[in-house]
């Protein structure tokens, strides 16, 4: 369970099994008596998702998670080795032949960050970002890689709560007519909805997943909202009287909250995310256009009014980065896509003081290697890449470890999957020893029994 001073907003059972808390059952319910004991428990059955202080001091109130799924390819873009251009045609120290990059890179910034000819506009920000360069993880397999980066664990088969969900349960929402989480465009096949579910976790932590064209499955209009609630108030009676029977499952808890939210969100939500109604100069600032080409464009200004209104945790993704072969047209075309857009989201971010508060993740489940796979390729590389933080908490031009001189493992500040994940809580004001969750007769926790915060990195 959540060992935390920071808000008694827990699941129906949690409240009531708290013992090991600091205080038992029977010593809170002297403290606070035992009307005040079960109106917390209400409470928190009623009103799962209030927001919660954060246990440790931060800036950071909310997290867009930018996903390049596939594994983009640092070496062609944003991780310069001029060994690299060096050893281009020799073999490479586990095999293979050392190919360079077919675009060219310079430095930008007072920080002389390299990127690659492929990202102009996202280099205009290398001064703001934190480099984490020297990221390991575990399997080299896109599904287990894909749910280890979102969940902590690379067992797809051993279901495990999403880091959105976490965070939404540690911290709970800003916005109570809007979900906590929502993920725009998730994988489908790499380990699909386990990516953005809460797994254990009670039902209402969940992601809320919407497409790039704003639709939201299952959300009506809300034109007959006066027989709606009707409706739902006799479904939801229905509902309490069940969850008030012994032995009830908890996920009634979560279904009662997700109805009452859905009810709420009709109003809400098909406005906020209509972009049509932003100004033509953001929309053009992002690139927004019809079709296919204009998604990536479309996700991050939708990322940036979902968390303007209060989300917690916003991911977006693009994918098609998994270049064993295409490689030079590929890249063009895809960093194309993201190029524009993700520049636009950060100066958007900053001119509205968001930047302050919110903090960006941009990043792969892990990159590739510097040697050539067939005539245009390369191969998975699990042994050293990188990922960047801007915003809210991290230092601005900082760079935290390193690969070696061919970019092929980490060899200086390495982060495994697991230091990530409890940096990023420690960002949002949580400690990852302390966010647990008793479930099957042990305490869960995002970072399972490993991860060290790279304080390093903080402001």
């Known amino acids: 369970m959540f060992r935390s001073p920071q808000s008694p907003q827990l699941s129906?059972?949690?409240?009531?099994?708290?013992?090991?808390?600091?205080?038992?059952?029977?010593?809170?319910?002297?403290?606070?008596?035992?009307?005040?004991?079960?109106?917390?428990?209400?409470?928190?059955?009623?009103?799962?998702?209030?927001?919660?202080?954060?246990?440790l001091p931060t800036k950071a109130k909310r997290i867009i998670f930018i996903f390049m799924e596939g594994a983009m390819s640092q070496h062609d873009?944003?991780?310069y080795?001029?060994?690299?251009?060096?050893?281009?045609?020799?073999?490479?120290?586990?095999?293979g032949t050392v190919t360079a990059s077919k675009f060219r890179f310079k430095q930008y910034g007072e920080t002389g960050t390299y990127f690659s000819e492929l990202l102009p506009n996202i280099a205009k920000h290398a001064d703001k970002m934190c480099w984490l360069r020297g990221l390991h993880t575990d399997t080299p397999a896109h599904p287990q890689a894909v749910v280890q980066l979102h969940t902590g664990s690379a067992n797809a088969a051993l279901t495990r709560p999403s880091m959105g969900s976490w965070l939404l349960y540690g911290l709970g929402t800003d916005n109570q007519d809007l979900p906590g989480y929502v993920t725009i465009n998730p994988p489908p096949n790499f380990g699909g909805a386990v990516n953005y579910g809460s797994a254990f976790l009670p039902a209402h932590y969940q992601g809320t997943r919407i497409t790039d064209q704003g639709y939201l499955p299952n959300l009506k209009a809300a034109s007959a909202a006066k027989l709606q609630r009707k409706q739902l108030d006799l479904i939801q009676g229905m509902n309490r009287d069940f969850a008030r029977?012994?032995?009830?499952?908890?996920?009634?808890?979560g279904i009662i909250a997700s109805y009452e939210l859905g009810f709420r969100m009709q109003d809400k939500v098909p406005e906020l995310l209509d972009i049509s109604k932003e100004p033509e100069h953001i929309r053009d600032a992002y690139g927004i256009k019809d079709g296919a080409a204009g998604s990536f464009a479309r996700q991050c200004l939708m990322a940036r009014r979902l968390?303007?209104?209060?989300?917690?945790?916003?991911?977006?993704?693009?994918?098609?980065?998994?270049?064993?072969?295409?490689?030079?047209?590929?890249?063009?075309?895809?960093t194309a896509s993201i190029d524009q857009p993700t520049a636009a989201l950060l100066s958007d971010l900053e001119a509205r003081g968001m930047l302050n508060d919110?903090?960006?993740?941009?990043?792969?489940?892990?990159?590739?290697?510097?040697t050539a796979q067939g005539q245009d390729g390369r191969d998975h590389n699990i042994t050293g890449y990188s990922m960047f933080l801007a915003g809210a908490g991290v230092k601005k031009?900082?760079?935290?470890?390193?690969?070696?001189?061919?970019?092929?493992?980490?060899?200086?500040?390495?982060?495994?999957?697991?230091?990530?994940?409890?940096?990023?809580?420690?960002?949002?004001?949580?400690?990852?020893?302390?966010?647990t969750y008793r479930y099957a007769g042990r305490d869960f926790r995002l970072t399972d029994v490993a991860g060290e915060v790279v304080k390093d990195i903080f402001a």
Not at 22 to 46: C, I, N, R, T
Not at 245 to 253: C, H, M
Not at 309 to 320: L, N, P, S, T, Y
Not at 358 to 370: C, Y
């Open 12 to 55: 129906r059972r949690t409240v009531l099994r708290s013992s090991g808390a600091g205080f038992g059952y029977l010593a809170l319910a002297g403290l606070l008596g035992q009307d005040a004991l079960k109106s917390q428990a209400s409470a928190a059955v009623e009103q799962p998702l209030l927001p919660k202080a954060p246990v």
């Open 307 to 334: 968390s303007e209104a209060g989300v917690r945790f916003v991911e977006i993704c693009q994918g098609g980065w998994d270049h064993h072969n295409n490689l030079h047209k590929g890249l063009l075309d895809r």
């Open 81 to 95: 080795k001029p060994e690299l251009i060096r050893s281009n045609g020799k073999s490479g120290p586990g095999g």
């Open 358 to 370: 919110t903090l960006v993740l941009f990043g792969s489940e892990f990159g590739r290697l510097p």
């Open 245 to 253: 029977q012994a032995g009830s499952p908890d996920p009634v808890d």
């Open 397 to 435: 031009g900082f760079t935290y470890g390193a690969t070696d001189e061919l970019g092929i493992k980490a060899v200086d500040g390495r982060m495994h999957t697991n230091d990530l994940h409890a940096t990023l809580l420690a960002l949002m004001g949580l400690d990852h020893e302390r966010l």
């Open 77 to 79: 873009t944003f991780d």
